[in-house]
Structure formats: structure tokens, C-alpha cells
């Protein structure tokens, strides 16, 4: 496949593909890959690393990734690609949101409403180093609401750290249903001496929690040994930094505008004060050895909804094979 079909065929996706999971945790991306079938990482994200608390307030996830995965029944429900390297995985998954007074007893109106959601994933990343692509897809399951422990966990965490106590989620997003599809693609467009790579992405997600579309580019720098190279011409030390620039096309944000089938809230975003259209950006750095992955990660994205404002929060990255 040539190059300029290669964008063709990537913007064509991207114009079809109007949906995808504009997820905060993204352990999907190139430049966050293990060169191994087995590992697990501990993914965290907190405004804290940004000096904020508001709007996304903290996420974690726990990835779990090896070959007995395979087995998983909704595996079966994957479409499968050709000539590719694949690995399995399972993640459970925690975010959170507040508004900017997070510490008033009151409806923060024309902020965002509290709200958490955790889920259970499984995935399958599927790497083809001939064609130096990257597909991804995954099927979340979990609850948006009271139980998914938001509440708990960050009054439980400002009380340890001395904080004020948060006391606004009895005004929370309402219990209901999470079930997802995502798709990602990720296409590498140049790559110079194994030190500097310029890959393309887009995806598509359909589900209860969010469902948006997105396009957009990463590049990394550094000692990168790059996931579409083979196993045998890659080494077990790498150290880079990354940058990621990604346009959001949003239709719909259960962490704003409520429950898809629960409209009991009794604060949400209206459809018509949504931004439909957000950038995104993050960069970071990863340092790996054959066995162990950290990342310290930054990201930035403008404001989600009319009277909101643009947000930024950092997370670390910590992983080991075995």
C-alpha cells in the first residue's frame, strides 16, 4: 500500500467512522506498547499532576495482557486481521469527574456534574509489522452512577491527604448501564534510524458512555524501537518522549449529559451547551527495560461544554512482564 493511499484510506475511515471513545486511560497507543505477550501496567491519571481538581479528577486502569486470553468467549466477537501479532488482554477501569467547587453541598450550575463510572474491558491489540499498522478493539461492560464508588474513593483520598472533603456527589450522575465497542487505528507514516517516528491515528467507539470521533497524529524521540519493527530487530532498552495531537468530534457524554436510559439526574449538561468539537493533547516520556515500563504523562484538552474551561491532568504509568 502506498503512502498517499494509506492517508486516503485513513481519512475515508475517519469520515465514515463518526464514533470513538474519547476515553481518558488510552494503554493502546504505539508509543505506550511492551514488547511482550505478558505483562501487566498500572495505568493513573490525576489532576493533581497539573496543580487542578476539577472536571476529569482521577482515573486508574489495571492492564492485564496474556496468551491465555485467548480464550475469552467475547474474543469471538472481534473481527480478525491477517499476518498480525496479537495480544490479549483484560482491564478494569476507574474515572472520575467533579466540578471546580467540588467542596459545596450545592448544584455547582453551569459546571459539570459529579460523576464516576467503572468498567471491566477486554481487548486485542493486533500489530502488523509488514504494513506497520496497529488495530485495536475492545468491549467495555461496567456502571456509570453511585455504583461505581466515586464517591468513596475521592472523599476517602482527601481525607488521607488532609483536603478539603468533597460533599456534592448526592447531585451525581445517576446509576445506569456502560457497554462499549471500540475500534483504533494506528497507521505509521515515517520512521528515521529507530529514533524518530510519525504515526496517524483514528477509531471509532459505539456505546452508552461516550460516543465521539476523533483524528489525529503521534510522534516519539528517542531510543523508540518501535512496535512495527519485528521482535528480532528490536532491543529490550528503550527511552523516548512522546507528543499526541488529537481532534474530538463529540456526540455524546454520559459523564455530562447523564445516563443514556437513567434521566433521573438531577444536574446534567444540556445537549445544546455540548462542544462538539475539542482538541486534545498529551505528551510525555517512557523509560522500558525487557522487563520493567514506567511513563510520566501531561495532557491538555479545551473546554468540553459552553460554561466550561479547558483542563489539564498528568498521570504515571507503571508495567513489568513476566
Known amino acids: 500500500m502506498g503512502m498517499k493511499l494509506k492517508l486516503v484510506a485513513l481519512g475515508g475511515f475517519f469520515m465514515i467512522n463518526v464514533s470513538i471513545f474519547s476515553q ?42 496474556m496468551p491465555s486470553l485467548k480464550k475469552n468467549p467475547i474474543n ?9 501479532n496479537l495480544k490479549y488482554g483484560l482491564a478494569v477501569e476507574h474515572i472520575g469527574f ?32 509488514e504494513e506497520k499498522f496497529r488495530l485495536t478493539q475492545s468491549y467495555s461492560f461496567g456502571i456509570i452512577g453511585p455504583g461505581a464508588f466515586g464517591k468513596e474513593m475521592q472523599v476517602g483520598i482527601h481525607k488521607a491527604t488532609g483536603n478539603k472533603i468533597p460533599q456534592g456527589w448526592k447531585h451525581q450522575i ?25 504515526q496517524a491515528q483514528t477509531g471509532v467507539e459505539i456505546g452508552t458512555l461516550f460516543t465521539n470521533a476523533s483524528f489525529g497524529f503521534n510522534a516519539t524521540l528517542g531510543i523508540i524501537n518501535t512496535p512495527f519493527l519485528t521482535s528480532e530487530k528490536r532491543n529490550g532498552f528503550r527511552v523516548y518522549a512522546y507528543a499526541e495531537t488529537v481532534g474530538n468530534v463529540i456526540g455524546y457524554d454520559a459523564t455530562l449529559q447523564g445516563g443514556l436510559f ?47 474551561s479547558s483542563a489539564k491532568y498528568g498521570g504515571i504509568k507503571i508495567g513489568f512482564t513476566y
Open 262 to 308: 437513567n434521566r433521573k439526574s438531577v444536574y446534567t449538561i444540556s445537549s445544546n451547551d455540548i462542544e462538539r468539537f475539542t482538541a486534545t493533547f498529551n505528551y510525555g516520556f517512557v523509560v522500558q527495560t525487557k522487563t520493567l515500563y514506567f511513563e510520566y504523562a501531561r495532557s491538555a484538552i479545551t473546554r468540553e461544554f459552553e460554561s466550561g
Open 174 to 198: 445517576k446509576n445506569d448501564v456502560v457497554i462499549n465497542y471500540s475500534v483504533d487505528y494506528e497507521q505509521q507514516l515515517a520512521i528515521i534510524k529507530n529514533m524518530f517516528s510519525l
Open 76 to 84: 469471538s466477537l472481534f473481527f480478525k486481521t491477517k499476518e498480525s
Open 24 to 65: 481518558k486511560i488510552e494503554h493502546f497507543k504505539s508509543f505506550r506498547d511492551i514488547d511482550s505477550e505478558r505483562y501487566f501496567r498500572f495505568n493513573y491519571d490525576n489532576d493533581y499532576f497539573a496543580a487542578t481538581d476539577e472536571n476529569y479528577t482521577q482515573g486508574y486502569n489495571l492492564e492485564l495482557v
Open 98 to 129: 467533579t466540578p471546580n467547587d467540588y467542596a459545596s453541598p450545592e448544584i455547582q450550575y453551569g459546571d459539570r456534574p459529579f460523576a464516576a463510572a467503572i468498567m471491566l474491558k477486554t481487548f486485542i491489540m493486533a500489530t502488523n509489522t
